[in-house]
């Protein structure tokens, strides 16, 4: 199961998330989002817990729960939506009207 996990100290290393979240069984994999221009935390995270029975009870234990000086929001990570925005034709297509050029 994909864990969304917001509210993260700038503080909190991928490790952390890790071993936080290992109290309560396996996990497969933790990622902090960073900023791509500047490399710092966006402030959330995603972990990979392979039993739903184990990624239930990591939710249910660390929701609200203090790590580095924040307390976290931890939430069943919802499907990724395809594209931004409210979809459309973004890109294709030609610009401008059809004048000819001589």
Known sequence: MNI???????????Q?????????GEVESAK???????GRSRGFG???????????????G????ELKGRTLKVNKARP???GRGSGGNRGSGRRGGGGRFY
Do not use: C, H, W
């Open 62 to 65: 660390l929701d609200g729960k």
């Open 32 to 38: 902090i989002i960073k900023d791509m221009y500047t």
């Open 16 to 24: 952390d998330l890790q071993d936080a979240f290992a109290a309560f």
């Open 80 to 82: 990724r939506s395809r």
């Open 46 to 60: 995603f972990v990979e817990m392979p039993k739903n029975a184990d990624a239930n009870s990591a939710i249910e």
């Open 4 to 14: 969304y996990v917001s509210n993260l100290s700038y503080e909190v290393t991928e």
